[in-house]
C-alpha cells in the first residue's frame, strides 16, 4: 500500500514563500508521475503542478505558473513544491498525488487519473 504525506503548509503573507513537501512511502516511487491539486472552500478540487516520472518533465497551471516550481528527489521518496510570491488567491487545501505510469512520459492533469492521494495540507495567504 503506497502512503502520501504532505507537510509543510502554514499561514504566510501575501508576497512571501512557502515550501510544500510530500513523503512517499513504497518501492516504486521512481515509476510514479506526481501531481499537485489545490482545493479552496466551495471549489471543485483543481491542477496545480506535475511532474513526470523521471523528472525530465514538468507542467503548471496559468494561476501559477512562474510562481511555482515542483521538483523530486527519488532518493528520499519525496516531491516538493516550492511556492513563492504568493497570493490571497493561493489559499488552499494543497494535496500531492501519485500515478502509476510504468515510465510513461505521459503528464496527468484531472484528480480522477490519479492512483494515490495525500490527506492534504493547508496553505493560508491572508488578504
Known amino acids: 500500500q503506497v502512503q502520501l504525506v504532505e507537510s509543510g503548509g502554514g499561514l504566510v503573507q501575501a508576497g512571501g514563500s512557502l515550501r510544500l513537501s510530500c513523503a512517499t512511502s513504497?518501492?516504486?516511487?521512481?515509476?510514479?508521475?506526481m501531481g499537485w491539486f489545490r482545493q479552496a472552500p466551495g471549489k471543485e478540487r483543481e491542477f496545480v503542478a506535475v511532474?513526470?516520472?523521471?523528472?525530465?518533465?514538468?507542467d503548471y497551471a496559468d494561476s501559477v505558473k512562474g510562481r511555482f516550481t515542483i521538483s523530486r528527489d527519488d532518493a528520499k521518496n519525496t516531491v516538493d513544491l516550492q511556492m513563492n510570491s504568493l497570493k490571497p488567491e493561493d489559499t488552499a487545501v494543497y494535496y500531492c498525488?501519485?500515478?502509476?505510469?510504468?515510465?510513461?512520459?505521459?503528464?496527468?492533469?484531472?484528480?480522477?487519473?490519479?492512483?494515490?492521494w495525500g490527506p492534504g495540507t493547508q496553505v493560508t495567504v491572508p488578504s
Open positions: 498525488a501519485g500515478k502509476v505510469t510504468n515510465r510513461s512520459m505521459k503528464l496527468y492533469y484531472t484528480p480522477n487519473e490519479y492512483d494515490y
Open positions: 511532474i513526470s516520472w523521471s523528472g525530465g518533465s514538468t
Open positions: 513504497g518501492r516504486t516511487f521512481s515509476r510514479y508521475a
